[in-house]
């Protein structure tokens, strides 16, 4: 297995997105450190693969005390980090529903703030060749109405992947991953033919698709890539979509 006896810490990692990466490398032999607001869904991962390989902490990452508390568990627990997913974030909306100034700044904590504290705590126990791999968005180049609390925040976490690659240059390497439309469902739920068709690839992303991107720049196979902001998205954000082509028609709300 390829992960054997490494560790890998995983925020959000007790649903989607997270919660198939935190598996994935539990699968291939890693134990894994998550932390996430759903206790429930944390205690049956650990149910799941067992204490001895899950430590899980259910707390708020927007809050500094809660990142210090799952940092002295981790290093005492196992004394080192092979590799970093900073997975969580959410959405407070945006300035069409009046997102406030407390819970912009809470998304900015949540998506910003926490992937650099966390990295700052775990700077003395990265082991040689370990890997931080931040989960960032389309949304960081790309934008509906009304998003600007988790588009600002995913723009801050590309930026804070190249800088950090610089100054942890020869002891870590880090990587941003942008998903496009992933469904954590699993089930397709309100999809439509024509979402599947707006893809170049002709379906929408799962949580697979970004885990086995997580896995890649994690392994020795990705160890000369760097600094970079890896778009998995099936090719949506490349396609050009004009009024009337592709059965496509843009009716503007009035």
Aim: aromatic content about 8%.
């Amino acid at each position: 297995m390829r992960f054997s006896n490494k560790v890998g810490v995983v925020t959000g990692g007790a649903n989607g997105i997270g919660r198939c990466i935190a598996e994935e490398f539990l699968i291939e032999g890693a134990s894994v450190a998550v932390i996430d607001m759903d206790e429930d869904a944390g205690g049956r991962l650990v149910e799941d693969y067992g204490q001895e390989r899950v430590l899980f902490l259910a707390a708020d990452i927007a809050v500094e005390r809660s990142l210090n508390l799952f940092a002295d568990k981790v290093i005492k627990r196992y004394g080192q980090v092979d590799f970093l997913i900073n997975n969580a974030c959410i959405s407070r909306k945006g300035i069409l529903s009046r997102c406030s100034y407390e819970d912009f700044n809470y998304v900015l904590r949540v998506g910003v703030s926490a992937p650099y504290q966390l990295s700052r705590l775990f700077m003395d126990i990265f082991t040689e060749n370990a890997a931080i791999v931040n989960i960032s968005s389309t949304r960081a180049a790309m934008s509906q109405a009304d998003t600007e609390s988790y588009s600002a925040a995913k723009g801050g976490i590309t930026a804070l992947t190249h800088a950090l690659s610089i100054s942890l240059a020869g002891k870590v390497r880090v990587n941003s991953i942008s998903p496009g439309w992933i469904d954590t469902t699993g089930m397709d739920e309100g999809i439509s033919k024509s979402d599947f068709l707006q893809h170049p690839v002709k379906r929408i992303g799962n949580p697979l698709d970004i885990a086995g991107m997580v896995k890649f720049l994690c392994s020795k196979e990705g160890s000369f890539i760097n600094g970079e902001n890896i778009t998995v998205d099936g090719g949506m954000s490349k396609l050009m979509i004009y009024h009337g082509e592709q059965g496509w028609n843009y009716t503007p709300e009035e």
